[in-house]
């Protein structure tokens, strides 16, 4: 089985400050890693994927993503937020191979003040 | 082109009654899932298709939660017997590979 812990539930930054969003994942096989976004009021939307090869993988909107094997972590970065970037956001692990279900954290919710 | 819909957008009801919830994936996409989402939680997988295949069902909380998929098309969850533990938003989500797109979500409120 397959397990996400996002350490912060709640970040507060400054706009134009850079932020990362923390992701730990538990998997006894290999697994894709995914991070997804929420605004408010609004259904989930794909920011970034890690399917293989190369392990820094950028995403919309700016953001980017380094998927650690030995540190199983797959941590989301931005180096300069928005106002706009106001959301919530959810690291997501599935197993390799059909089309298994994600598993998710319980999300960090990232408020950019003015 | 057209993404995941599901209806109803809101669903308020009574402790005890029955509801029915709509996911029309995009066209093409063979895999459906169902996942709820509960007020301050990450989403809890429910169940999914894949073709004609038997579903999975290992996420479905209780025997009042079933599902239905007609082929590779519309998908009902239903709930019977409501309880106010059941208001949660309810995604469905779909998918050609590696990749899932959600719909908007339905949310339950169970009073």
């Known amino acids: 089985a397959q397990s996400v812990t996002q350490l912060d539930s709640q970040v507060p930054v400054f706009e134009e400050a850079p932020v990362e969003l923390r992701c730990n994942y538990s998997?006894?096989?290999?697994?894709?890693l995914f991070w997804y976004v929420q605004y408010p009021n609004q259904g989930l939307q794909l920011l970034l994927k890690?399917?293989?090869?190369?392990?820094l993988v950028k995403g919309i909107n700016g953001f980017e993503a380094e998927f650690n094997k030995s540190q199983t972590s797959f941590h989301l970065r931005k180096p300069s937020v928005h106002i706009s970037d106001t959301a919530e956001y959810f690291c997501?692990?599935?197993?390799?191979?059909?089309?298994?279900?994600?598993?998710f954290g319980k999300g960090t919710k990232l408020t950019v003040n003015p | 082109g057209a993404g995941v819909s599901q209806s109803p957008s809101n669903k308020v009801t009574e402790k005890g009654k029955d509801v029915e919830l709509r996911c029309d994936p995009i066209?093409?996409?063979?895999?459906l899932y169902w996942y709820r989402q509960r007020l301050g939680q990450g989403l809890e997988f429910l169940i999914y298709?894949?073709?004609?295949?038997?579903?999975?069902k290992s996420g479905l909380p209780s025997d009042r939660f079933s599902a239905e998929r007609t082929g590779e098309s519309v998908s009902t969850l239903t709930i019977q017997r409501t309880q106010q533990e059941d208001s949660a938003v309810y995604l469905c989500?779909?998918?050609?590979?590696?990749?899932?797109?959600f719909g908007p979500g339905t949310r339950l409120t169970v009073l």
């Open positions: 066209s093409g996409h063979t895999a």
């Open positions: 890690y399917l293989s090869g190369s392990t």
């Open positions: 998997s006894s096989v290999s697994v894709y």
């Open positions: 989500a779909s998918s050609p590979n590696n990749e899932q797109f």
């Open positions: 997501a692990v599935r197993r390799q191979g059909g089309s298994e279900k994600l598993v």
């Open positions: 298709f894949q073709g004609n295949s038997a579903p999975d």
